[in-house]
């Protein structure tokens, strides 16, 4: 059964950076992803990685300013995130790309205003 956790938002102001974190169990071998989802808006994909790490995607609002990446265990899948800007606040998820599980975590609030 798969489980997703993320951590790591908070409120920070336009410039600045956050690094997200998603902790991922029950699965392996999947191409992961990170989305988001702003009030009013419908939720979209802002990065993937492959399992061993050697293609990344990027939608083009955020290429330059993020970066994914994988952690050792392969399990966790951050989200380094640069240059932020207000049109960056949403709740951020992670989860299997491109074709999502049903199943979401709690997701991580990010906030960036001044």
């Known amino acids: 059964q798969v489980q997703l956790v993320e951590s790591g938002g908070g409120l920070v102001q336009p410039g600045g950076s956050l690094r997200l974190s998603c902790a991922a169990s029950g699965t392996s071998l999947n191409i992961m992803g990170w989305y988001r989802q702003a009030p009013g808006k419908e939720r979209e994909n802002v990065a993937a990685?492959?399992?061993?790490?050697?293609?990344?995607y990027y939608a083009d609002s955020v290429k330059g300013r993020f970066t994914i990446s994988r952690g050792n265990a392969k399990n966790t899948v951050y989200l380094q995130m640069n240059s932020l800007k207000p049109e960056d606040t949403a709740v951020y998820y992670c989860n299997r790309y491109p074709r999502p599980w049903d199943y979401w975590g709690p997701g991580t609030q990010v906030t960036v205003s001044s």
């Open positions: 990685i492959s399992w061993s790490a050697g293609w990344t």
